[in-house]
């Protein structure tokens, strides 16, 4: 690529392990329903699309058609987004090495957005607690455009923001939707190997780089300033 210009990054699995939040406000939404629950591998494997997606899909998993599950989406949901803002950042954890890159990519004076197809005010919420939120410029959720990764759109909307080509834009990810969604924009992709890629190996998903952690990524993307 040419230089770089600007960096996106991932949030859940990329940044902060929420994979104990998700297991919490699923669950207690999935009880609330009545309907069985999902385990923490169930759930690794979900994630990544949205939280409607991961709603119908753990509804789904229970026993219901695809059909009937997205019935129940809209009373899911309600019930869903109470649960998660009731526990936002209470079982999850700052991945090693995200605040020390955080850090060093801010040094670069470089654009930063963080974009998730979580749900934006959950995103903020999240970085806030987290103490990454200082770090962004830019944060976009799944809410935030008319379509969510791995559709190239929030990654074109998201350089339109930093007023940077996509062509000079980094997307740092942890799974298949972000790669997908890198290349369909005309960005570069590096990801993650700790993170949530369906069940698959990072390593199957094709990229421009592989990292050890955001530290191995602000000194590569200092080395190409």
Known sequence: MTSVGAIILDLDGTMVDTLGDFDAALNQTLSELGRPAVSREQIERMVGKGSEHLIV????????SEEDARRLL????DIY???YLAINGDHSAVYPGVSAGLAAM????????????KPRAFAVELLQKKGLLEHFG???G?????????DPLPLIRTCEAM??????????GDSRNDALAARGAGCSVWLVPYGYN???????VAADDYLSDLEDGARKLKAML
């Open 138 to 140: 830019w944060v976009f």
């Open 81 to 83: 987004q109470q649960a």
């Open 57 to 64: 899909s753990a509804l789904a998993a229970g026993g219901l």
């Open 74 to 77: 809209p009373k899911a949901w």
């Open 106 to 117: 801010t040094a670069l004076e470089l654009p930063l957005a963080c974009l998730t197809n």
């Open 198 to 204: 369906h069940g698959e190996p990072i390593s199957d």
């Open 163 to 172: 007023q940077c080509e996509p062509v000079r834009t980094v997307m740092i």
């Open 142 to 150: 799944g809410d935030s455009f008319e379509r969510k990764k791995p």
